[in-house]
C-alpha cells in the first residue's frame, strides 16, 4: 500500500490501531457551520440535522435558506 493510500485510510478511520472515528465536523464553531449550511438547499440543510446530537436544532439557526418550491 503505497503512503498517499494508507493516509486516506487514516483519515477516514480506517488505520490499524483506530479504535473510534473522529467528529471533525461536529468540532466546528457554529459560525462555520452556518455558512456552509447556507450554501445549501433547504431540504439538505434539514437533513443534516441526524448527523449529531449537536447538529439536531443547528439548522434552525441558519441566516440564508434557499428554498425551492419544486422540492416540496
Excluded at 30 to 54: E, G, W
Amino acid at each position: 500500500m503505497d503512503a498517499a493510500a494508507a493516509e486516506l485510510k487514516r483519515a477516514r478511520g480506517g488505520g490499524i490501531g483506530v479504535r473510534q472515528s473522529v467528529d471533525r465536523l461536529s468540532a466546528l464553531p457554529n459560525d462555520l457551520l452556518h455558512a456552509v449550511l447556507s450554501r445549501l438547499k433547504a431540504r439538505q440543510v434539514v437533513r443534516t440535522c441526524v448527523l449529531s446530537a449537536r447538529w439536531r436544532h443547528l439548522w434552525r439557526s441558519v441566516p440564508c435558506l434557499r428554498i425551492d418550491q419544486r422540492e416540496f
